[in-house]
C-alpha cells in the first residue's frame, strides 16, 4: 500500500489538472485550500476530519463533493492511481493569494497598492503590527 506522501509526488505525473484555475475560489474553497496547504496532499476523509475541527456541521459528503469541484475547475489536482484520490492544491498559497490581492486591489483601489495599504493602516492593523510594519520598511531602505 502507497503512502501517501509517495502519492503526492505522483500528483505531477498521474491525473493532474492544469496549474491554472479558471476561476477565483469561494470562501469556503478557501478554507478547504488552507488545509492541503497547511498539511499536504490529503484524502477527501482526511481533508473533513482536519475541517470538522473548526466545522462541526460539515459532512463528508459535502466536502467530497467541493473537492471534486475544485478538481473540475482547476483550483486541486488530483492522484487517481489509488482507491482513494489524493487531492492537493493545484497553486502554491502564495501564488494563489497574490493573484487575488491584485485582483482585489484593481476593482476595490483602481490598481493603487498605496491606496489600499493607506485604508488598511488606518482601520485595520494593531499598533504592535504597526510597528513591526513600520521596522519593515525601514529595512529596505539603503544605508
Known amino acids: 500500500m502507497r503512502t501517501i506522501k509517495n502519492s503526492a509526488t505522483e ?4 491525473h493532474a ?3 491554472q484555475a479558471s476561476r477565483k475560489p469561494t470562501a469556503a ?7 492541503l496547504w497547511r498539511d499536504g496532499p490529503a484524502t477527501a476523509k482526511q481533508v473533513f476530519e482536519r475541517v470538522q475541527a473548526d466545522r462541526p456541521e460539515i459532512n ?3 466536502v467530497l463533493r467541493q473537492l ?12 487517481e492511481s489509488a482507491r482513494s484520490h489524493v487531492y492537493a492544491a493545484a497553486q502554491p498559497q502564495e501564488k494563489l493569494q497574490t493573484n487575488l490581492l491584485k485582483d482585489f486591489i484593481q476593482r476595490a483601489f483602481s490598481g493603487s497598492g498605496k491606496e489600499l495599504i493607506m485604508a488598511a493602516l488606518k482601520e485595520h492593523v494593531s ?5 513591526e510594519i513600520q ?3 525601514h529595512e529596505d531602505k539603503p544605508s
Open 135 to 137: 521596522a519593515f520598511l
Open 11 to 14: 500528483l505531477a505525473t498521474s
Open 68 to 79: 471534486q469541484i475544485m478538481h473540475t475547475d482547476g483550483l486541486l489536482s488530483r492522484d
Open 29 to 35: 474553497e478557501l478554507a478547504l485550500l488552507r488545509v
Open 60 to 62: 463528508q459528503a459535502t
Open 17 to 19: 489538472r492544469p496549474v
Open 127 to 131: 499598533e504592535e503590527d504597526r510597528a
